[in-house]
Antibody, heavy 121, light 106 residues
């Protein structure tokens, strides 16, 4: 059974760094050739893709947020971590992690439960 | 960066209606286009992949078409559980979601 379980703070202060963890089970990053993305959704707004790590550990970033984002993977812990620096009010959103295979079909097929992160002092 | 647009942004429909949502990419994405359904408080669910392929378990009333820059999601005979927001997403170059189309009860 494939699951993605997210953990992290629900409240961060402006200028702080956000660290979110996605712990996966039911598949292997490398053996299954699976990557994981982080995607966010401000309240009442659209989905925005943030970053992706492939099974090879190659990483991709949203160009408009690239300077603030770091995605990393710990295979031994089955975890993918996203850090976002210099948080501001516009970063208040529900953050999701989602799995996508390196091979076709390239779909986000399993998602974490989502976590609302509020930026406020 | 590839930008995605969708139209309409929202629509009102009744059970049994046929609904069509369009998605346009700012540059050619081939058939690297997926459609998702999202209900309030839930994660998105994949419906259509590679522009026209129905994900396993998704009802046959959902269909997708298009290639290049113009794509369409059609829902034939809308059911009560289909009232939701629909997003297109390209993966030709990085990943980009469209702004969404909310399907509401008329």
């Amino acid at each position: 059974q494939v699951t993605l379980k997210q953990s992290g703070p629900v409240l961060v202060k402006p200028t702080e760094t956000l660290t979110l963890t996605c712990t996966v089970s039911g598949f292997s990053f490398t053996a299954s050739r699976m990557g994981v993305s982080w995607i966010r959704q401000p309240p009442g707004k659209a989905l925005e893709w943030l970053a992706h790590v492939f099974s090879s550990d190659e990483r991709l970033y949203n160009a408009s947020l690239k300077t603030r984002l770091t995605i990393s993977r710990d295979t031994s812990r089955s975890q993918v971590v996203l850090t976002m620096t210099n948080m501001g009010s516009l970063d208040t959103a529900t953050y999701f992690c989602a799995r996508m295979a390196d091979h076709t079909p390239h779909v986000f097929d399993y998602w974490g439960q989502g976590a609302l992160v509020t930026v406020s002092s | 960066d590839i930008q995605m647009t969708q139209s309409p942004s929202s629509l009102s429909a009744s059970v049994g209606d046929r609904v069509t949502i369009t998605c346009q990419a700012s540059q050619d994405v081939g058939e690297s286009l997926n459609w998702y359904q999202q209900k309030p408080g839930k994660a998105p669910k994949i419906l259509i992949f590679d522009a026209s392929n129905l994900e396993t378990g998704v009802p046959l009333r959902f269909s997708g078409s298009g290639s290049g820059t113009d794509f369409t999601l059609t829902i034939n005979s809308l059911q009560p559980e289909d009232f939701a927001t629909y997003y297109c997403q390209q993966y030709e170059n990085l990943f980009t979601f469209g702004p969404g189309t909310r399907v509401e009860v008329k």
